[in-house]
């Protein structure tokens, strides 16, 4: 351990191994984001806290039993040449549920809705925390199979997690804020999770779409929507001073 802290190559490492794992958790702060909004106001802050800290502990069950960790990559039947691994599975049935939580959650915001995508205080603390945690399985595999293609050595891994799940849990809360305040970015936010739900189905098919796409995609169409606000925010001080004169 003390070798560790005397290496470059380690600090190098952990630094650009926890910029890699705060990206690849953007998805899951506004998944935990949304989820939460279902809640009354006063029980959100700890179903995010709930939220990123099971985050944190999945990925470091899961890094804790890398040689588990490998089989999941391991074919176990053959299907017409097709060989499906647990890996394959676990992605799809993720990628699935990201779609059928994000298409309900549209159809809510838009048409309405009853039961659990009924509007905020509906859903249950315990129900909501059960539904992060499912998709947290999904998207710690993501995780710890990045830390472990990253860097040779678990107190490395163990620390870039850690300090990302950190980062996480203090921006959680201004996202969710943000998206809560404003109804077209909760909108592109659950846009932005049926693209990660397909990116998950087609990788558990093999068929890998670069996640810097979908970033990319995203991050596009928050500047657009970026500038729609700053435009909204101009006329609206414009109507006041107007109205004030």
Do not use: C
Not at 92 to 104: D, H, P, R, S, V
């Amino acid at each position: 351990m003390i070798d560790l802290l005397a290496d470059p190559e380690a600090w190098a490492s952990l630094a650009t191994l926890t910029v890699l794992e705060v990206v690849l958790g953007i998805d899951n702060i506004l998944f935990i984001s949304v989820l939460a909004d279902k809640l009354p106001e006063r029980e959100q802050p700890r179903a995010r806290q709930l939220g990123i800290g099971a985050a944190l502990v999945t990925r470091l069950l899961l890094l804790s039993a890398i040689a588990w960790l490998t089989t999941l990559t391991a074919p176990f039947a053959t299907i017409y040449g097709f060989e499906v691994a647990a890996r394959d599975l676990v992605l799809m049935a993720g990628g699935l549920f990201l779609l059928y939580k994000g298409t309900n959650e549209i159809h809510s915001e838009v048409e309405g809705g009853h039961g659990e995508t009924g509007g905020a205080g509906t859903a249950t603390l315990a129900g909501v925390v059960a539904q992060i945690a499912v998709i947290d399985v999904v998207f710690s595999i993501d995780s710890v199979v990045t830390a472990v293609g990253m860097a040779d050595h678990i107190a490395v891994m163990v620390t870039a997690i850690v300090i990302a799940m950190g980062l996480m849990l203090l921006a959680a809360a201004p996202v969710a804020d943000f998206v809560q305040r404003h109804k077209s970015v909760k909108m592109l936010a659950l846009a932005f999770l049926l693209l990660v739900g397909v990116a998950l189905v087609a990788d558990g098919l093999h068929f890998h779409i670069p996640k810097g796409y979908l970033y990319f995609a995203i991050a596009f169409s928050m500047g657009v929507e970026a500038l729609n606000l700053m435009a909204g925010a101009r006329r609206r001080r414009k109507r006041a001073s107007e109205g004030n004169a």
